[in-house]
Structure formats: C-alpha cells, structure tokens
C-alpha cells in the first residue's frame, strides 16, 4: 500500500445511492465500537481511514465506483462514529439517578440536532481553518492519501493488504476479549500498596498500578503516537506518584480502597482544572483564524447574492450561508422545546421562561464557541487526540456556575437535583456540537485534497449524523442494562463501565450548583496547566518541534482511570518502536499506514465484541455468561493473560513488519 501517488485520481460522483447505503450500514458498526469503547476507557477512535479501507475493499469490482464516492462513504462513517462521543456527559444523567435508562426519542433527537448544529457551525470556519490554514489535520491527510492509493490503477494489492490488516486486527483483539470473557486470561494485572513513610499510626500514603490486557487501548497508544503517550505518562506520575500517595498519608484502610478513592474525589479535579487551562490556552490562539473564516465566508455570501454563485470554483461551494442560518434557527427551536420540556418535568416550571430563553441563547453562543475551537484541536492534532473533556468541562462548569448565581436563588432548595440535571442535559446539547464540529474540518480537509464539493460532503455529514443519533441510544441501554456505570445506583461496581468523562461532568455540575466542589483542587489543576504551557513551548522552541508536552494530555494523564492509561503508554512505545522498523522496509509510509489500519481493526473488534457480550448478558441474565473458572484460578489466570498478551501483540508487530 503506497502513499506516493503522483496525482489525485478523477474525482467521478460523489453522492450516490449506494455510497450513501453503505456508508450508513458501516456508521452503524463503528457507532456501537465507539459507544462500548467510551465508556469504557474514556476514549474514541478516529473511523475515517479503516471506512475508506472497507469501501474500497467492498466497491474496488464495482461499475463506476470513484474516489469521489469513497470520500462519501468514509465521511457519513466517520461523522456518525465521532457523535458516539456524547458518551462523555449523556450517562450523567442516570449516574446521577435522574434517568434510569436513556428514552429513545429524546436521546435520539438531542444527537441529531446537535451533531446538525455541529455541521452548520463548521461550514463558515471551512476556510478560515481548512482552505487557508497551515494546521496539518494528521487524520484528514492521511484519510486523502489511502483514497488517492486506494483509487491509482495497481491498488488492488493495496487494498487487499489494507482490508487484512483491518481484519486480522478484529479478530485478534475479539478473540482475546473472548478468552477474557472466560476468565482463563484475567482482564488486568493490578496491584495497590502502601509506600514507606507512615505515621505514627502506620498508614504509609498509599498508591498502585494497574495494567488492562487491552488490545484497544493498546491500538488508541498506536495511534496517539510517543511524545502524546509520554504526556499522558507524565500526568499519570502526577496523579498516582503524587497526588493520591500525599492524600493518603495516614488514612487508614485497604490500600486499594484508600488509593482509588482519594484519585476519584480528588485527584481527578486537578485533572479537570488542567485540561481546563489547556483548553483556555488553545483558544488564545483561535482569535485570528475564526475572524478571518467568518469574513471569507461573507464574501462568499455576497458573491452568490449578486447572481455570481457560478464563478465560485466547484471546490469552494459550501451549503450556502443563508440555508446554514436558516437550518440552525430551526434546529433551535426544537432545541427549546426540549429544554422546555425537560425543566418543566423536572419541577422547575416556576422559571421555565428563563431557563429555556437562557438555554438556547447559551446553546447558541457556546455551541460556535465550541465549533471552532475543537476545529482548530482537530486540525493540530487529529480528531482521536482532541480533548473533548476539556470542552466539556469548561460547557459545564459555564452552565452550572450561570445556574447557581441566576436561577437557583429564585427556586426552592429542593430542586438542587433537578438544576443539576438541567445543567447536564443542557451541555449535552452543546457537547454534541462539539464531537461533530471535531471531526468535520477533519473531513473537509480530505475533501479538499481529492478535489472534492464541499456541500456534498456537507450533505453527507448531516446524513451520518442522523444515522449515528438512530443507533446510539439504544446500545447506551443495552450496555447500562447489562453492566451499568460506576457510581449510578444500585450498580456492581466490579463490573461497571467507568465512563470517567460522564462520571468527572456530572460531578462537576452536581459540585458547582449544590455546593461541596473543592475550587482549590481545580486551581491545582489549572496551575499544572500553567507549567505544562510552559514546559511545552520550551520543548517545542529547543527541539525545533520534534518534542512536545501536550498540557490537554497531561491532564487526561491525570483524571483517566490507572487501567487505560498505563496501557496506552506502552502502546505509544510499542507504535514508536514499530515506526522505527518500519522505516527500514522498502516502502516506510505504507508499511506504518497499515500500523494505523491494524490499530484501528483492534479497537474495533474488541469493541463489538463487548457489545455482543452486552446483550448476551441481558437476554440471559447471567453476568459472566462465558465464565469457565471461578475466582480460585485467578493468580494462574493473571500470569497467564500477562504472557499471552505481550506474546500476541509482539507477533502482530512482527506479522505486519514481515507484509
């Protein structure tokens, strides 16, 4: 598979039937994986290249097929796969004990018009952020340089090569989850202790590690790449070598009890208040290019108001900016009554007017806000390494804060709960919007340089967008029904998914309007932050830009549960490692790009598999369905999952290195 193709193939048609079809049948693969894979680890996967791979692989024999059509395809896919991404705050509400489950229709439709939002604010940053921008938009190159292989005369081979490795991938890691699920592997190898240096009551500050036997999280530290997994290391040392060992200084108890629950009360809000500082950071830098986008895309507005639309290149054709307002007006109004709706059941019908009127006008605002910045993070980053937290977490502290100081005062006490949820539903909209906007420009830039029409892959975003909306609620059910989330009620918290984003959100807003948020913890955080800016402009200036310190990842370091980021840091070495030998090979590029496609068929197949357990778990109502040993097994078990997964993944490296 070569990424050295002279010229860009004949684009051909773009929207068509059948790429429409398919590009929805895979939304609906990569929706589910994203969803499970979220909450799980508290992270999603960029779907853009391995849907370009299975297009390609699945249409190659196909009359008429072009790389136009293929960039269709791999757009509605990706766009869907990126919405899973309301994850991160939509589960608050039954962590919270608000909602029991997530009703179809409400969930469905506050997606939708979120993610549509999302497509209609990142129309007008197209040029500003994409045409004239010098961001590299990692994924999106990539994206357009599979599709231009893909589609040149000899790619047969290439996408046969590229569809196996997707392939071998899937089955590798489901296979292993499979094991897993009989417990002959253990699932992790973990361990918490008590450091010297107690007090004179004994109680050393205590501290762990925990290692998943993850082949996902291994792939999400492929595709992050060294210098990101080395940031994320930092802020693990920061969290578990620092914060939770001074925390637990003479606390008595369980070494595990102690560890865990001082990083989640505690050490997870210096988390947040990093991530915070970042985020703030970026948008410092935003100012320029989003005023430039918003005149250019006002002069293109004058030019097609003057008859003149036909002078504009076929490749700078956006939705015009007219319909862009005229489609967000009408999704704001849907969006009010929603939140109408919401507020009066939930017992704050005595200030409905402001909260609705507050609401939109904050949906509004933030929601551009929130637009270009994770734009600008997507396009200097990738999509997959966008901190979409730090958004968060900045929409909901900003909600909430607005809550506490306006509306509470002028309800009764009792309806603390019912404004957090308010809160959280509120943000929810504007988090959509964001995980939309993230991927967008994303798309747009492999757009571009295939020489594709702007509005038709516009078109097909808003198409992935709601086919995404469809799917996610009902597998949120599926996965609460069959292992819950951490902290809701009345949950197993050994088999809880941790959804860590949704869990951090919610505390946040529960925190900020009922009081109880420890503002210094986040200030410890936000400091942090302060020194990460500083550190990586340093690093950046000296090594010519060869080193880094992501602050935004330093901060996911923090607040991450232990079992996915000590993972995804050997598999930041594990992907370094391998470039290393790739560049030996006869052809470095395509042999890392198939690193990429591997790392993208692993998180895949571990993660429908975890769906397929999910509903085997409901419908049987057995909560280890595939168990073969008990508990007694578990020492032979941990050594065994240990040497099976290093043996594994050093065989896929090697397998792919050999191709």
């Not at 292989?149 to 290439?158: E, L, P, Q, Y």
């Not at 999280?217 to 693990?236: D, E, Q, R, S, T």
């Not at 409905?352 to 949906?363: I, R």
Request: proline share 4%.
């Amino acid at each position: 598979m070569s990424t050295s193709s002279p010229s860009t193939p004949d684009l051909g048609t773009e929207l068509t039937w059948r790429g429409i079809v398919l590009g929805v049948l895979i939304t609906l693969v990569f929706t589910a994986a994203n969803v499970y894979f979220g909450l799980k680890a508290g992270l999603t996967f960029a779907t853009s290249i391995p849907a370009a791979v299975i297009a390609m692989a699945l249409l190659r024999r196909a009359a008429g097929n072009s790389i136009g059509e293929t960039n269709i395809v791999q757009t509605i896919a990706s766009s869907a796969g990126t919405l899973s991404s309301i994850i991160f705050v939509l589960p608050g509400l039954v962590m919270i004990g608000w909602w029991t489950g997530f009703p179809y229709w409400i969930s469905a439709t506050l997606c939708a018009l979120g993610g549509v939002l999302g497509v209609m604010y990142s129309i007008p940053l197209r040029r500003a952020l994409v045409t004239n921008s010098p961001l590299p938009y990692p994924e999106g190159v990539a994206c357009a340089e599979v599709l231009k292989v893909g589609h040149a005369s000899d790619a047969g081979d290439s996408n046969r090569q590229g569809l196996a490795a997707i392939v071998m991938g899937g089955v590798v890691s489901a296979g292993f989850s499979i094991v897993v699920a009989t417990q002959l592997f253990a699932a992790n190898l973990a361990q918490y202790f008590r450091l010297p240096g107690g007090d004179k009551n004994g109680a050393g500050p205590a501290t762990g590690y925990d290692l998943n036997f993850s082949f996902a999280l291994l792939a999400v530290g492929h595709l992050i790449g060294l210098w990101v997994g080395i940031a994320i290391l930092v802020g693990a040392c920061i969290g578990w070598l620092g914060g939770v060992p001074f925390l637990t200084q003479g606390v008595d108890g369980a070494a595990e009890a102690v560890a865990l629950f001082a990083w989640s009360k505690k050490v997870r809000f210096i988390g947040a208040g990093c991530i915070a500082v970042a985020a703030i950071w970026t948008l410092v830098k935003l100012a320029k290019p989003v005023v430039t986008g918003l005149r250019s895309a006002a002069q293109s507005a004058r030019v097609r108001k003057a008859g003149k639309a036909d002078t504009l290149p076929r490749n700078e054709r956006d939705i015009p900016i007219g319909t862009v307002g005229l489609i967000t007006a009408a999704c704001m109004l849907p969006i009010g009554f929603m939140l109408a709706s919401f507020a009066g059941s939930a017992g704050l019908g005595d200030q409905l007017g402001l909260l609705v009127v507050g609401g939109v006008v904050y949906v509004v605002l933030m929601s551009f806000f929130v637009a270009a910045v994770c734009g600008y993070m997507a396009g200097l980053i990738g999509s997959s390494n966008s901190p979409l937290s730090g958004v968060g977490i900045l929409v909901v502290i900003g909600v909430a804060l607005l809550l506490a100081l306006v509306v509470k005062p002028l309800l009764p006490a009792s309806t603390g709960q019912a404004l957090v949820a308010y809160a959280l539903f509120v943000t929810a909209v504007v988090f959509a919007v964001a995980t939309i906007s993230n991927d967008n420009l994303q798309d747009l830039k492999t757009g571009q340089l295939v020489d594709a029409t702007p509005w038709r892959q516009q078109v097909a975003l808003i198409i992935g967008v709601v086919a995404g909306a469809v799917v996610i609620p009902p597998v949120l059910d599926l996965l609460n029904q069959a292992y819950g989330f951490a902290g809701a009620p009345g949950v197993d918290a050994k088999k809880a998914l941790a959804a860590p984003q949704a869990a951090l959100i919610s505390a946040l807003a529960k925190g900020v309007i009922q009081g109880g948020l420890d503002w210094n913890l986040i200030g410890i955080g936000a400091l942090i932050g302060g020194v990460c800016i500083v550190v990586d402009e340093v690093l950046k200036r000296a090594t010519g830009g060869r080193a880094h310190l992501a602050p935004l990842a330093v901060g996911l370091g923090i607040y991450l549960p232990l079992n996915s980021t000590l993972t995804i840091v050997v598999g930041a070495v594990a992907g370094w490692w391998f470039e290393r030998r790739a560049e030996h090979k006869a052809d470095p590029e395509a042999t890392k790009q198939l690193g990429v496609l591997m790392a993208s068929g692993l998180i895949v197949g571990e993660s429908l598999l975890g769906v397929i357990l999910a509903a085997v778990v409901v419908f049987s109502g057995n909560g280890a369905p595939l168990a073969l040993v008990g508990e007694s097994f578990f020492g032979t078990s941990q050594v065994l999952g240990f040497v099976a997964f290093a043996g594994v993944g050093v065989a896929l490296y090697r397998w792919l290195l050999r191709r």
